[in-house]
């Protein structure tokens, strides 16, 4: 996510880009804690003020120092501060804070429907003046809902019970992937605590089984994604079976029978890909035999043509959800789609992608049409000096490059010139330099550069801050004019 922390130089600060990247083996709820609260600050930053935007720079730029020295909690106060800042409404009191700093983890996250239990704990993430039930007034209100927002269950709780784990006995559900709501009642709306992803599937053990006991036995001609892809899947169930919270809400029930589905080879392994993305979030291994790429993408709902396609490339410490989750709350995804454009958005890790954008087209095109004149590419941090390096790879495959907060070394000569860029930081963005050297070069070089800087903005807002601009710079490159 950080590339550019203190120096221009790489070596300097690679310790803190380590510990950062490091984060991906940690425990996955501290990363979907700091994810959830993230989403949260976007979505009301999106629609607050100038006043309140500026206000909010602060503890944002210390969210993001706390992360890369490895001190969570701290860092989800500081995100949850950022958050009262931008939003509207009162100020809030210390019982409120008490309830937005407490983390909420269920298990099972993936049961059979025969299952009639559900185990929801509560733990503070950080300390506050007022932690724990006394004197913190309202009730709790725990809700599970399906896809189209019914309610399948609902208990009423204690605060007081907030304090530990609530054992609740839900009854069966149906197959399908659902969501935990968990709400504190108070005279004011109702305050959401938390939102996951539950699922249910029916004999899960038995279909699980059937799954691991095929082994490497694929029809002869199997595609190494469609392998891989189920060979990735089957320990995410595992986790998600055994209680492991994941940095995001899996549709597990809807990737079980995606697997099955692969696994038979019937339709083949390239029409069940492009059905399960049509509309929906996938999650995709890419591989060519010898390199592999955790990829989750999206391909439009009502596609029809040669598809346009929007690479995400996350920054140090992300995922391949970062992009759909956080950055801006998903708008970057959400809107290519929108355009009608497949969103692809790989992970990468300290030495880069085991696969180019051009062996990942290559990989796409057994599933998707694509449009190869209309690849664009949106980078942050990190991943800015990734998008860049794409386009020194393969200047011919890429028509428009996006660099957010960060940059890298410029490619060289005619390779940049093939290119449109777009590349943008913000005023107190420890990555403006790094973006703005990346300009200056790409200039030299000869190539057309839209360079933007945003005022009051800092590291992680730049994505949001910049997209609605960014969009009608892909907007115009996708149209053919300058």
């Given at each position: ?29 501290p ?31 210390a ?7 490895l ?5 989800a106060?500081?995100?949850?501060e ?36 559900l ?35 609902e ?27 968990v ?24 279909r ?46 809807r ?11 019937r ?29 989750r ?42 355009r ?5 958005a ?15 087209l ?22 800015a ?50 973006a ?19 005022p ?27």
């Amino acid at each position: 996510m950080f590339t550019h922390l203190l120096r221009r130089s790489w070596w300097c600060h690679a310790p803190l880009i380590v510990a950062a990247l490091g984060l991906s083996a940690l425990a996955e709820t501290p990363r979907a804690e700091l994810g959830n609260r993230l989403r949260r600050f976007e979505i009301a930053w999106q629609e607050a003020d100038e006043e309140r935007r500026a206000a909010a720079v602060g503890p944002m730029t210390a969210a993001v120092r706390s992360f890369f020295t490895l001190k969570l909690s701290a860092a989800a106060s500081q995100l949850d501060e950022a958050w009262f800042t931008v939003r509207s409404g009162a100020s809030p009191d210390p019982t409120e804070r008490a309830a937005i700093a407490t983390a909420v983890t269920a298990t099972p996250l993936l049961a059979d429907t025969t299952a009639e239990s559900l185990s929801v704990a509560f733990e503070p993430f950080y300390e506050t003046e007022q932690d724990g039930a006394e004197g913190a007034p309202g009730r709790l209100r725990l809700s599970i809902v399906d896809r189209a927002g019914e309610t399948l269950a609902e208990r009423p709780s204690d605060w007081a019970e907030a304090t530990g784990t609530i054992q609740w006995q839900t009854g069966p559900l149906p197959e399908g992937d659902l969501t935990l709501v968990v709400e504190r009642l108070s005279d004011a709306p109702p305050i959401e605590i938390a939102r996951i992803g539950l699922s249910r599937v029916e004999r899960l053990r038995d279909r699980l089984a059937v799954l691991k006991a095929s082994g490497n036995d694929w029809p002869e001609g199997t595609p190494p994604t469609a392998r891989a892809t189920v060979a990735a899947l089957l320990p995410l169930f595992d986790a998600l079976a055994g209680g492991r919270g994941q940095e995001t809400d899996f549709p597990a029930a809807r990737l079980v029978r995606f697997a099955e589905t692969l696994r038979a080879g019937r339709p083949t392994p390239s029409r069940t890909i492009a059905a399960a993305a049509r509309g929906a979030d996938l999650w995709l291994t890419l591989s060519d035999g010898r390199g592999e790429v955790p990829v989750r993408l999206r391909a439009p709902a009502n596609a029809t043509g040669s598809l346009p396609v929007l690479f995400l490339h996350h920054g140090a410490g992300g995922s391949e959800n970062m992009f759909f989750d956080t950055c801006g709350a998903g708008r970057a995804a959400t809107l290519g789609i929108e355009r009608g454009w497949l969103v692809v958005a790989p992970r990468q890790g300290l030495f880069g992608l085991a696969l180019d954008v051009e062996g990942m087209l290559d990989i796409l095109e057994d599933s998707f049409e694509i449009d190869r004149s209309r690849v664009f590419l949106i980078g942050h941090s990190m991943g800015a000096g990734q998008a860049a390096k794409q386009v020194g790879l393969h200047p011919e495959a890429v028509a428009a490059a996006v660099a957010l907060g960060g940059g890298a070394a410029a490619p060289a000569g005619e390779k940049a010139k093939q290119v449109s860029w777009f590349v943008a930081a913000g005023a107190a963005d420890f990555g403006r330099p790094g973006a703005a050297a990346l300009a200056k070069r790409l200039e030299a070089a000869g190539a057309t550069v839209d360079f933007r800087e945003y005022p009051d903005v800092e590291h992680m807002v730049i994505v949001q801050a910049a997209l609605d601009d960014v969009f009608r710079f892909l907007d115009a490159v996708a149209a053919g004019r300058p």
